[in-house]
């Protein structure tokens, strides 16, 4: 029995209630070549083969439809208090329980805008709809979207337990990775540090190992999700590190700063400092204002405006995106208003949401300044699961 599973589902009837929604039906094959992203908060990583139908309704109905072979494992999940096996067609059961439910509104995984939402395949879809042909459920598919990305969102205890033990190990593993840092050193050298103990610590990696860690080194690296380079570590350079760890499942995500001093200098340089400080306020300012019921717009806006109005060009990503099972764990966005980022960041934080907070600059001839930090969403604010980065490292 999965833990992170029974937390999970407990949560679908009052979201289904909340979001309008009388039925929600997540529609699966074949998983080990493609799962839907939301499938292991609802059945774990135990997998399914033939078409499933795993249904909630917002009568508190948990109900699973797979294949004979696998109905043992269904119930094992310890989920569904109804599991119905099946031989031939799936078509008998699925549209046996939709008659006896008989939802106004079924709920599938589709979605314009958060990829985290957009399980369903186009040939699924196709399925789903060959299948309810000639009855009136086809006329009842709406989008599953809004109640994802509460699911994914909300919080429950063992999923911030296990975010906040991801975040101290990528923080212990910085720590360690710190004293070792030197002049010379190239980018790859620095990030083979953090992956031997990743290794050791026998860790997963948040987002995949070629660039994490990413590492910056002075102001001819690129940043972004780009893998280290032969560049090297020296004095006068800001080096800037982006890196998180898997650990039980889910992730951490942070970046932090160090300042290598030139000869005969005690601290870094008021460029240099002028920058690294105006992001400290930036995500201060937008610690500030996060709170349930505020648009992820807004929380960007905010952010945004103390970089722009220090005569900082503005950064061209999002402020912070969600942290959970995947370092970027989709649903309401901290971001502006762009085309690439659909209505994500006009969706509201609500509480229990794990987000970063990550806006950047360029200090010009000396190179990258960003901070990310994460913090979960309160009833009336939000709190950081780590001390945030408010001094800058001098080596």
């Known amino acids: 029995m999965n833990q992170i599973v029974i937390e999970k589902t407990n949560q679908v009837t009052e979201i289904l209630r909340a979001k309008g929604l009388d039925l929600w039906l997540t529609f699966v094959r074949d998983t080990s070549a493609g799962e839907d992203p939301v499938l292991p908060l609802i059945y774990g990583d135990a997998g399914l083969t033939w078409h499933s139908a795993l249904i909630f309704s917002a009568k508190g109905d948990k109900i699973a439809i797979v294949g004979r072979f696998e109905a043992e494992t269904a119930r094992n999940v310890g989920a569904y208090d109804h599991v119905i096996a099946y031989d031939e067609d799936i078509r008998p059961a699925l549209l046996g329980e939709l008659q006896k439910l008989d939802p106004q509104q079924i709920a599938v995984n589709y979605s314009d805008n958060d990829s985290m939402a957009d399980g369903l395949s186009h040939g699924m879809y196709r399925n789903l709809m060959g299948l309810l042909e000639g009855t009136p459920f086809t006329n009842r598919i709406v989008s599953a979207e809004h109640l994802i990305s509460a699911l994914r969102g909300r919080k429950t205890k063992s999923e911030v337990e296990r975010i906040q033990r991801a975040i101290t190990s990528t923080l212990e593993i910085y720590e360690e990775a710190f004293t070792q840092l030197q002049v010379g050193m190239s980018e790859i050298e620095v990030a083979s540090i953090f992956h031997a103990s ?6 997963g990696y948040a987002w995949p190992k070629n660039n994490n860690p990413a590492v910056n080194t002075g102001p001819n690296s690129p940043v972004g999700h780009n893998a280290p380079t032969e560049l090297l570590i020296e004095p006068g350079h800001l ?3 982006d890196f998180g760890v898997k650990e ?34 930036a995500i201060q300012r937008a610690f500030s204002i996060i709170k349930p019921g505020v648009p992820g717009i807004e929380v960007d806006a905010a952010a945004r405006a103390v970089v722009t109005d220090a005569g900082y060009p503005e950064y061209k990503y999002a402020t912070g995106h969600q942290v959970g099972r995947l370092a970027h764990d989709g649903g309401t966005l901290l971001g502006p208003a762009w085309e690439r980022y659909g209505k994500t960041p006009y969706l509201l934080v609500e509480e229990g949401q794990v987000y970063t907070l990550e806006p950047g600059l360029m200090v010009p001839g000396y190179g990258y300044v960003g901070l990310e930090e994460n913090i979960i969403v309160t009833h009336d604010g939000a709190e950081f699961l780590a001390p945030p980065q408010t001094s800058l490292i001098l080596k």
């Not at 990743?198 to 860790?203: F, H």
């Open 198 to 203: 990743v290794e050791n610590q026998k860790l």
């Open 239 to 241: 080096v800037h590190f």
């Open 248 to 281: 039980d499942d889910y992730c951490a995500d942070i970046q932090r700063m160090v300042y290598f001093l030139k000869e005969g200098e005690t601290e870094a340089p008021i460029p240099v400092m002028n920058g690294f400080e105006t992001i400290v306020k």
